[in-house]
Structure formats: structure tokens, C-alpha cells
């Protein structure tokens, strides 16, 4: 803990408010060894100090009598914005002025002094005061998980704060742990298991860690730790346990932020820990993770994204890409999904792998989709007008889209504005979403079904929900994911995929399968009875003149307008 090995306390601030030079001085002096102090020679000036210093002052020591604003003043001033009500205050008057005493005790000052001082009296009244308002205010930040008996998040970002600013050339590291799949082992084992789960966890890696100075629970099953900095590989010590009488195997990941930048803050540091963790989430067999340049270049870059996003919208750098989907009954072009570039003049082109995970973080994404909605109807419309080949479209719809309340009457008011039949505009659901807002999701999908547009699940087979999300959502399309048709021809064994298109025909569900490349796998689709293949063996995804040529080129009469 913080107070030991060498670690040393804090020095708190003390504001002096006084216009006597001389006053000033000898306060600054008779204070300087306990204390940092900083100054203002008047009540304005003082109430600019709290303005930008004043997380930092754990006290003030003020005169009565100051020219702009004077010791009342400042106080009513004070007293009124709740940022700083709770710093104490000591007024220094004239001897025997109650009448002054009794006006600064009613405004809000916490004591008074009476000149000319005794140094000791008033370094005891101060110190008094400050360990009074500090305790207070760490009662109030509820210290301990009650859960693990770790510091509460608010806890340890404060002792992580203090220590840093207390010790700016300690070196230590930061491990964060986070329960790999804890959602679904809730589920599975319930509460009460998982809690004592917690607690064990908790405290076998309080035993374990060498050098622990403090611990945390910073997420429901994300622990936070802080400890000296080591030069040898210690971490072999967080693998050692993972096994669990009720649970069997479990997976714990690690993430690591050596030595630790003071300056940062200490939500900044956590996330530092927490990024290396999430890079090796769902990676088997790798459950330690140390933050490193790389990561850091990452977070550069997608902050570079944040700043330019909005600006690159307005400016029409992202473009609609469409790669066509290949109906394997007519031989022809039967669809296409849009698919979003950002061709930007500083950064060049950027493929959505880079953005589209930040957008959902950041929201952004709701902005994008819409923008891409509408791109893709005035497409169609053009299109239309022109009397060249027109097939449906599929838009990507993201998790966070779902948040917009009248998302579906919004998709339906932008069709009619272009004056499209619904069913060209497909709706194209990735599976991850499920699992976050179910009830608003599958009412927003049977409004969209309702209005007429066909509804997709995208990516089948990736995650876990796929069979509940059959069985609720209004769906007309079953997308295979990509790596599906990969381990069929990797392992020449198609069972899987045979079982994806017989449930998908069971449902009355029509099948795309994505991500073909090769015409054996074409030709073993074609076997399987599955619907449209999308793949690099028909098209990559192609700018809208290039895909306007290969509709023109490949479109036979019959294509539905
Ligand atoms: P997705 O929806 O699963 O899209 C399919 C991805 O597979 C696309 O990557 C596509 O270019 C790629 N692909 C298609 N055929 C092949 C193939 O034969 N071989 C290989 N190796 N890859 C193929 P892309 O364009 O980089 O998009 C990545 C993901 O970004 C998409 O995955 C989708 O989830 C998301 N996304 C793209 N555009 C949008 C958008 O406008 N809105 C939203 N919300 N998400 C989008
Ligand atoms: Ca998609
Ligand atoms: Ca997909």
C-alpha cells in the first residue's frame, strides 16, 4: 500500500489568498516543507486559482480585507458552485472582529485565525481540517467491492491517481484480468456460482502477484492490479490456476501495461491494460497479452480516425463499393451487397476492417449507415431511370443502428423518397448483434419485414445465437459465413455446410454462401442446393461504374427492375 517500501504521501496545495505581499511570504515559508502553495493577492484572482487549480487545493487560507473581490465575496462565490464548496476554508482576521467571524462562519469558512498567527495552532487547525474533508469524501466513494473485497473502481482510480502524483518516477505495471465467456458461464452456473467464482479468482491473484500494491474490480468480471515494475518474466505465475471445482476448465486473459506513464490517467492506464486483453480475446491457447508500440500505433491511428470522420462524411470520402451475388438457378446476377471504402486524400484507401469496430464503439457508425442507405437508393434510382440492369441491394445494419428509435420508419420514408419497390433494399443483419437489445431489435426487423424489406442474417455460423435468432427474428435470407465454405474445401468435408443450407430449407430460408474463390467450390454448392454464391470467383467488390458494367455485361433479359 501507498505509505510503505518507500513510497511516499502526497503533498497537498494550499491556496493563500492575501493582498499583503509581506503576509504572503511568511505564510509561504512557515508552510513551504508540509505543503505546495500557491497564491493570489486578491478574491478574484483566488476564485481564478480555484477555477484551474481546483481539484488540486485541499485547502484555502484567506484574508477578510483584499481589494475586487474581498474575503466575503470570494466565499459567497465559493459557496455557490458545488465544484468547490467542499474545500475548506480558514479566514485569517483582525483580533476580536466577531462580528467579521460570525459573517465568514455563516458564508461557509470552515475555522478563522486571528492575527498575528501561531504557526502551530494554525498548521493543526489545517491539517485537521484536511484530514477531516478527505476522509469524508472517501466514504463517500464507496472504498470496497463488497463482492471481492478489492477496492471499488472509483476507489482504485483514486489510490492509482494519488500514488502517481505523489511518485511520478515509480516504476509499475498495470494487469487487468478479464473472465473469458463470464456472460455465458452466468448463465450456465448462475449468480451465486459465479460470484464465488469472482471471489476466488480475486483472491488467488491478490496471493499470486509479486510486488502487489492494490487491486481493483473495475467491470464485472475485469479486475485491475497495480504492482512494482519487474525485470524478469514473472507472468508465468497468472497461468498457473484454471481449473475450478464447479466450473472445470476456465479461461482467464491477461493484458499487461508495463511501467506505467504517470502523466496518463488512471482510466487511460486501465484501458492500456484492458486494449491487450482484447486483442487476444476468443485466441486459444494465448491468456497473457503485454500492451506494446504496436497497440499504441492502433490507438493513434483510430483516434487519427475519430478526429477526420466527420469531416470525411460531410467531404463524401467513404464510397459505395457492390459485389455482386450469383443466383445459381438463373446463371446470372441475382444481388449485391454494398460494402463501404474510405478513400481518403491524407490516408489513402482504408478498408472498413479498420473503422467499422471503432464506429460501432464510438457510434459513429449510425451516421455512416445512413449515408450508405441513401448512397446506395440514389444508385438504384439512377439506375432505374437510366433503364440499365438493376438487382436488389444489401445494406449492412449495425448493432448501434438499431438504437435509433424509428430506424424502420426512417429506411422506409428513404426508399419512397427515391421512389424504390422495398424489395430492392435488403436488410442485412451481422449475428454478433443479438444478443445486446433483443426485444427492440426483432421489433424493428418485423417493422422493416413488414414494410416490404427482405431481411438477411449475415455471417451464419460465426457465433452462437445463430439458432435462437432463427427461430425469432422475421428473416427471409441465411448468409454462410466465410469460414464455413473455407474449412469445407480445406477439409474436402462439406457436412456443414450441407446442414446450414438443409436447416436454411427448412425455414424457407433462401442461402448465400460468401467468400467463394474457387470453382470447385462452386460446383459443390451447386450440388448442395444452395441459392447465390458471393465471392472473388464472381467479383470482388467493385466501384459503382465497374458494377454497373458487370450487371450490363452479365445480366440476361429477365432481370426484375
Ligand atoms: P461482411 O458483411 O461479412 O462483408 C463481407 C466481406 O468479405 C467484405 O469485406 C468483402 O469484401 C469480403 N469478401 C467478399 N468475397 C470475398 C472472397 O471471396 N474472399 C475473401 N477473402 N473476402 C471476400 P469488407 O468489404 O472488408 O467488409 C468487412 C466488414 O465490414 C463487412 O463484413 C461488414 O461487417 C462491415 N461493413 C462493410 N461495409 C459496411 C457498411 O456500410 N456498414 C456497416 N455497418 N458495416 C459494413
Ligand atoms: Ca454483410
Ligand atoms: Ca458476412
Redesign the pocket.
Known amino acids: 500500500m501507498a505509505g510503505e517500501g518507500g513510497v511516499r504521501q502526497r503533498k497537498r496545495t494550499v491556496l493563500i489568498v492575501e493582498d499583503n505581499e509581506m503576509n504572503r511570504e511568511i505564510l509561504r515559508e512557515l508552510l513551504a516543507d508540509e505543503y505546495d502553495v500557491l497564491e493570489a493577492e486578491n478574491g478574484l484572482a483566488g476564485l481564478e486559482k480555484l477555477v484551474s487549480r481546483g481539484e488540486e487545493i485541499a485547502l484555502v487560507l484567506l484574508d477578510v480585507y483584499m481589494p475586487v473581490y474581498n474575503g466575503f465575496e470570494f466565499l459567497a462565490r465559493k459557496q455557490s458552485d458545488p465544484r468547490f464548496d467542499a474545500v475548506p476554508v480558514i479566514m485569517m482576521t483582525a483580533s476580536g472582529n466577531v462580528d467579521d467571524e460570525i459573517r465568514c462562519l455563516e458564508l461557509g469558512a470552515s475555522d478563522f485565525i486571528t492575527k498575528p498567527y501561531n504557526a502551530e495552532v494554525m498548521k493543526n487547525r489545517m491539517r485537521s481540517l484536511i484530514r477531516l474533508r478527505e476522509s469524508s469524501a472517501m466514504l463517500g466513494r464507496l472504498e470496497s467491492d463488497a463482492l471481492t473485497g478489492l477496492n471499488s473502481k472509483e476507489y482504485f482510480y483514486h489510490l492509482l491517481t494519488d500514488l502517481l502524483r505523489a511518485n511520478p518516477s515509480l516504476r509499475c505495471d498495470l494487469v487487468c484480468s478479464d473472465v473469458e465467456n463470464f456472460r455465458a458461464m452466468n448463465d450456465r452456473y448462475g449468480t451465486a456460482q459465479c460470484d464465488r467464482f469472482l471471489r476466488g479468482l480475486a483472491n488467488s491473484l491478490s496471493e499470486r502477484l509479486p510486488g502487489l500494491l492494490f487491486g481493483g474490480r473495475i467491470g464485472a468480471d475485469v479486475f485491475a492490479f497495480l504492482i512494482e515494475h519487474r525485470e524478469d518474466d514473472w507472468t508465468d505465475v497468472l497461468l498457473r490456476e484454471n481449473e475450478d471445482p464447479a466450473f472445470g476448465r476456465f479461461v482467464v486473459k491477461y493484458g499487461v501495461y508495463e511501467n506505467v506513464d504517470p502523466a496518463l490517467s488512471a482510466a487511460a492506464i486501465c484501458d492500456r491494460a484492458t486494449l491487450a486483453i482484447a486483442k487476444i480475446k476468443q485466441s486459444f491457447g494465448t491468456n497473457v497479452a503485454r500492451y506494446d508500440d504496436a497497440m499504441r500505433q492502433a490507438q493513434l491511428r483510430e483516434h487519427q480516425l475519430e478526429q477526420t470522420m466527420e469531416a470525411a462524411l460531410a467531404g463524401r470520402e467513404f464510397v459505395v463499393y457492390y459485389?455482386p451475388k450469383h443466383d445459381l438457378h438463373a446463371g446470372q446476377p441475382g444481388g449485391a451487397?454494398?460494402?463501404?471504402r474510405w478513400i481518403s486524400p491524407e490516408m489513402g484507401f482504408v478498408?472498413?476492417?479498420q473503422f467499422?469496430s471503432l464506429f460501432e464503439r464510438n457510434g459513429f457508425?449510425t451516421n455512416?449507415?445512413f449515408y450508405?442507405w441513401e448512397e446506395v437508393c440514389a444508385e438504384l434510382r439512377r439506375c432505374l431511370d437510366a433503364g440499365a440492369p438493376v438487382v436488389p441491394v444489401s445494406?449492412?445494419?449495425?448493432r448501434r443502428d438499431f438504437e435509433v428509435p424509428d430506424l424502420a420508419e426512417r429506411v422506409a420514408a428513404l426508399a419512397d423518397r427515391y421512389r424504390l419497390d422495398h424489395s430492392l433494399l435488403h436488410i442485412?443483419l451481422?449475428e454478433s448483434m443479438y444478443s445486446d437489445n433483443p426485444g427492440q431489435i426483432a421489433r424493428t426487423l418485423e417493422a422493416l419485414h413488414a414494410n416490404g424489406f427482405p431481411v438477411e442474417l449475415?455471417?451464419f455460423g460465426s457465433g452462437y445465437s445463430s439458432l435462437t435468432s432463427l427461430n425469432t427474428l422475421p428473416l427471409d435470407v441465411m448468409k454462410i459465413d466465410?469460414s464455413l465454405i473455407r474449412q469445407a474445401s480445406a477439409t474436402s468435408d462439406y457436412s456443414i455446410l450441407r446442414f446450414a443450407v438443409l436447416l436454411a430449407d427448412g425455414m424457407r430460408l433462401k442461402t448465400v454462401v460468401?467468400?467463394?474463390?474457387t470453382e470447385e467450390q462452386v460446383a459443390a454448392l451447386k450440388v448442395l442446393g444452395c441459392d447465390y454464391i458471393?465471392?472473388?470467383?464472381y467479383s470482388k467488390?467493385l466501384p459503382a461504374a465497374e458494377y454497373e458494367a458487370y450487371l450490363a455485361a452479365h445480366c440476361g433479359q429477365e432481370v426484375r427492375a
Open positions: 459485389q451487397e454494398a460494402l463501404v478498408n472498413p476492417g467499422i457508425i455512416l449507415d450508405i445494406v449492412n445494419v449495425s442485412e451481422t449475415d455471417d466465410m460468401e467468400g467463394v474463390e458471393q465471392g472473388y470467383y467488390p
